[in-house]
């Protein structure tokens, strides 16, 4: 059974650092991997997506690559805002039209 | 870019109250999905659609029903709402092809009462 784990749970940083959210999952046979950003009280925002034959995708300051054999993805922010701070859940997407969801991390970036 | 839309951001209802939750998607999506998100449980997956009419249940069915006529909208259903089901709820769509990612709508708070 596919699980989808998220490190760490919650983090809290200043303003301008670079950051990385870890996500693992146990079965590597995935279509893709899809990074979703959440706000609180909102639903969730899709971030990048990515195929299982990529090793990355990159959308401004964001980078999330995947090693499928090795069920790790990772996002990268760069220089971290303010605005940053929500919530982010990876979902892999097996071989079914269903997703299965990580744990989420919660981030806060302060001034 | 893709729009998911549902009926309304904020419901409050009584017990017992049968309730409709509307999602539109204008993608011409194949998929869609309706979950719920209670803190510490994450989202569960209600029900599923990968066709007009068509209908899969996910982990926690119960309680609910879906009815899909067209294919930009699914509704789900509270037949008789009950207090355990105050939640939020996320409706998302996609392409049934591999390549898909699934697309959210901005979710219904519900409060039963």
């Known amino acids: 059974k596919q699980e989808v784990t998220q490190i760490p749970a919650a983090l809290s940083v200043p303003e301008g650092e670079n950051l990385v959210l870890n996500c693992s999952f146990t079965?590597?046979?995935?279509?893709?991997l899809q990074w979703f950003r959440q706000d609180p009280g909102k639903g969730l925002t899709s971030l990048l997506l990515i195929q299982s034959s990529q090793r990355e995708q990159t959308s401004g300051r964001l980078n999330a690559s995947l090693d499928k054999s090795s069920g790790r993805s990772t996002l990268y922010i760069a220089a971290s805002q303010p605005g940053d701070s929500a919530t982010y859940l990876c979902a892999v997407r097996p071989g079914t039209d269903k997703l299965i969801f990580g744990t989420g991390t919660r981030l806060q970036v302060f001034p | 870019d893709v729009k998911v839309t549902q009926s309304s951001r904020y419901l409050v209802k009584r017990t017992g109250e049968k309730v409709f939750l509307e999602c539109v998607q204008d993608m011409d999506h194949e998929n869609m999905f309706w979950y719920r998100q209670d803190p510490g449980l994450g989202l569960r997956l209600i029900y599923f659609s990968y066709d007009v009419k068509m209908k899969e249940k996910g982990d926690i069915p119960e309680g609910y029903s879906v009815s899909r006529e067209k294919k930009e909208r699914f509704s789900l259903i509270l037949e008789s709402a009950s207090t355990n089901q105050t939640s939020m709820y996320l409706c998302a769509s996609s392409l049934s092809a591999r390549v898909g990612g699934q697309y959210f709508g901005p979710g219904t708070r519900l409060t039963v009462t």
């Open positions: 079965d590597s046979a995935i279509y893709n």
